[in-house]
Nanobody, 127 residues
Framework: QVQLVESGGGLVQPGGSLRLSCAASGRTFSRDRMGWFRQAPGKEREFVASINWSAGWTWYGDSVKGRFSVSRDIAKNTVYLQMNSLKPEDTAVYYC????????????????????WGQGTQVTVSS
């Protein structure tokens, strides 16, 4: 059974940084794509970033390009989201997800493409 467990959320001031982690287990992810999404109250779930597990190719949503960076540690089966220059509009619950066998498929930003999700971690950017 695939399990994804996020951690690292919290309260940070505007301009600050946070690093989220997603510990993945339950399968070999070599053919998969890992994604980060977020959802703010009253808004739709938004694509943040994704990474091809084996090759390390990355994709980003327009609102976070240049500020966020996604990476993975294959030995630790963990995906990270480094968030810099945080803004109040980045406030949301952040979710980790996996697209099984989706390493090189289209639709990396579509939440429907992802098969398993973590429970989410709250990020609040406020002074």
């Amino acid at each position: 059974q695939v399990q994804l467990v996020e951690s690292g959320g919290g309260l940070v001031q505007p301009g600050g940084s946070l690093r989220l982690s997603c510990a993945a287990s339950g399968r070999t992810f070599s053919r998969d794509r890992m994604g980060w999404f977020r959802q703010a109250p009253g808004k739709e779930r938004e694509f943040v970033a994704s990474i091809n597990w084996s090759a390390g190719w990355t994709w980003y949503g327009d609102s976070v390009k240049g500020r966020f960076s996604v990476s993975r540690d294959i030995a630790k089966n963990t995906v990270y989201l480094q968030m810099n220059s945080l803004k109040p509009e980045d406030t949301a619950v952040y979710y980790c997800a996996v697209d099984i066998n989706g390493a090189s498929s289209a639709g990396y930003s579509l939440s429907l493409k992802y098969d398993y999700w973590g429970q989410g971690t709250q990020v609040t950017v406020s002074s």
